[in-house]
């Protein structure tokens, strides 16, 4: 069965974390991703059969080419006359000086999607400030938000603005795909940590632009709608998420407390507001006295939404979790089968699959090289120079 991006190859020039990101969606859905890595960093510490890089780098096929050669960069540009697309993650002077920029392969490939993730934005003050997710968190608003009130700035547990700025860049280059189908011609994608950062903080930022309200810290606790956070049972915690007014007296009489609900404290979304420790107590004092699975269950077949807060051995046990296939096997020739993270969206028709285990570097390169037309004289040829 063809895989719904088969006929689309895809230049991965990208490192780190958000680039790989967002090739890993295109990737995981067929396309004939070419990792193309530099020679000087074969021999760098980049844990290549660890965990992150086989989750991150899998369905790619993997070349070595040196960009700062004349050679090098001529077999780039000739891989790029058969591209679709192209994502790098170079600081925006770096790719100028290597003559790999936007207005020189468009010039070679009129029909080829550029995508370009920063950590700044490819213009503007900060341009050629270096990035990094947790300075994006910082900046992006997100750590102003994150931990117990009082507690002071605290990052997210994983690197949210990279991952967000992989997924839209792959939208982004998804979108100019379809658009070429109209046009005929390619265009430049890009995208930066910090617009990801500021544009996941959603209703947080909107608070601030439109009702001019600076968020404050809320901990577990949802910053607006309550009751939504983390309560006590007999043997550990849950999430209750019972906010709307219908949904808050579903949830009182499911805990058997149905009077709560019109108390004066507690009756209107502002009153719960005003009085959400004295909401906590008592929503306390009724779910310590049974264990968390009780409650979940209960709470969940009164239809008030309300779950366990697992940790990852627990997710990948969930009954749920399992059947959706979120940890699929793949075959690694050194490491044999292991486990990664499964597709996160299911197609009907055409889904995604897990082709490849992340390739050891310049695996493929003979085979690429090959599909370009040169022959094995060429290859040696290149080797012996140093070009791959």
Request: one cysteine or more; charged letters at 25%.
């Amino acid at each position: 069965m063809a895989l719904p991006l088969s006929p689309y190859t895809v230049i991965d020039l990208t490192r780190a974390r958000s680039g790989p990101t967002c090739v890993r969606q295109l990737a995981d859905m067929g396309a004939n991703v070419i990792q193309v890595e530099a020679r000087e960093d074969l021999d760098a510490d980049y844990a290549r059969r660890g965990s992150d890089f086989q989750n991150l780098h899998r369905n790619k096929r993997s070349m070595t080419l040196d960009l700062k050669s004349p050679r090098g960069l001529e077999i780039l540009k000739r891989l790029v006359t058969r591209a679709d697309v192209l994502v790098e993650n170079f600081r925006p002077e770096v790719k100028t000086r290597l003559g790999i920029d936007y207005d020189t392969l468009s010039r070679i490939n009129p029909r080829l999607v550029y995508g370009s993730i920063s950590g700044f934005g490819q213009d503007g003050p900060y341009r050629d400030r270096p990035g990094y997710d947790q300075i994006a968190q910082g900046m992006g608003g997100l750590m102003s938000v994150t931990g117990l009130p009082g507690q002071g700035p605290v990052r997210a547990g994983i690197p949210v603005a990279d991952l967000t700025a992989g997924l839209f860049l792959a939208q982004g280059i998804l979108v100019a795909l379809l658009e070429r189908e109209r046009s005929g011609q390619g265009q430049w994608v890009h995208t930066s940590l910090l617009q990801a950062m500021v544009t996941v903080m959603d209703f947080q930022a909107t608070r601030w632009l439109m009702d001019g309200v600076i968020p404050p810290q809320a901990g577990n606790d949802h910053p607006t709608g309550i009751p939504t956070g983390v309560f006590k049972t007999a043997d550990g915690h849950i999430n209750i998420a019972a906010s709307g007014q219908r949904m808050f007296r579903r949830a009182c009489t499911a805990l058997g407390i149905e009077p709560l609900a019109d108390d004066p404290r507690f009756r209107a979304p502002a009153d719960r507001s005003r009085n959400r420790h004295e909401l906590t107590v008592e929503l306390e004092r009724i779910l310590s006295q049974k264990p968390s699975r009780a409650w979940v269950d209960l709470l969940n077949s009164q239809g008030v939404p309300a779950g366990p807060i697992l940790n990852m051995k627990d997710v990948f046990e969930n009954e749920q979790v399992k059947h959706l296939r979120l940890a699929e096997p793949v075959r690694h020739s050194a490491l044999g089968e292991i486990r990664i993270q499964g597709l996160p969206v299911v197609l009907s028709r055409t889904p995604g699959l897990l082709r490849s285990a992340a390739p050891d570097p310049g695996e493929h390169t003979d085979q690429v090289l090959v599909e370009l037309g040169f022959s094995r004289d060429d290859i040696e040829r290149f080797q012996r120079e140093g070009v791959v």
